[in-house]
């Protein structure tokens, strides 16, 4: 089984520019998380989708952040304006009830602002 | 807001020593717990969960958990660690029935052969 795709794996860019991530989850798996992990610190969840809907983005920085998952299947993150403090690991995740609902991540795309 | 502790950042240990890593949450309902394990430059990989049942867990590599819902915890542990599970390590925590995952800090455990 294919696990989750997540693309560029590594990107530099200066401050106020903007970057996207993309992942594509595991086959069949209606909910789809994007996770930002900051050095030294565990994961926390940006945003949650059920199929295309959004189900939790409390976390989100939504002057600067956003996502889409418009089929219900790929999805994107992005990120404009970057700040310094948005270096980190973004970490997409997915799951399904079938799977007891474990959740399955990708190996992540690290972003450095300088 | 539910929380997950873990009490200690770094752990080092040597090859063959017993490994026990702590991790307490805060919610009080019905939870589903994790653990996590990150190598060095790999993703996260689930090592373990419990969801319900016999409360001590076994997991990947050796790894067993015990679930002791009166202390809130859910600790790591394996009698004899090898230099292979030099990583960082994470609990995380989800309230039965809703799958956001909250996450501890995580603890870096280096084992020295």
């Known amino acids: 089984e294919a696990g989750v795709a997540q693309s560029p794996r590594y990107k530099i860019i200066e401050k106020r520019q903007s970057v996207a991530f993309w992942c594509n989850p595991i086959s069949g798996h209606a909910t789809l998380y994007w996770y930002q992990q900051i050095l030294g610190q565990g994961p926390k969840l940006l945003i949650q989708?059920?199929?295309?809907?959004?189900?939790?983005d409390s976390q989100l920085p939504k002057d600067r952040f956003s996502a889409e998952r418009l089929k219900g299947v790929d999805s994107t993150l992005k990120i404009q304006p970057a700040k310094l403090e948005d270096s980190a690991v973004y970490l997409c995740a997915s799951s399904t009830r079938d799977s007891g609902n474990t959740i399955y991540f990708g190996e992540g795309s690290w972003l450095t602002v300088v | 807001a539910q929380s997950v502790s873990q009490h200690n950042h770094h752990v080092i240990l040597s090859e063959a020593a017993s490994l026990e890593l702590g991790c307490n949450y805060s919610y009080g309902g019905t939870v589903n717990l994790f653990w996590y394990v990150q190598y060095p430059g790999q993703h996260l990989q689930l090592l373990l969960k419990y969801f319900s049942g016999d409360p001590l867990v076994k997991g990947i590599k050796g790894f067993e958990a015990e679930f002791i819902k009166s202390k809130f915890s859910f600790n790591l542990r394996k009698p004899s660690v090898q230099w292979s599970d030099t990583a960082e390590y994470f609990c995380?925590?989800?309230?039965?029935?809703?799958?956001?995952?909250?996450f501890g800090k995580g603890t870096m455990l280096l084992v020295s052969p």
């Open positions: 989708f059920q199929n295309n809907g959004v189900v939790d």
């Open positions: 995380a925590v989800t309230n039965s029935g809703y799958s956001t995952l909250t």
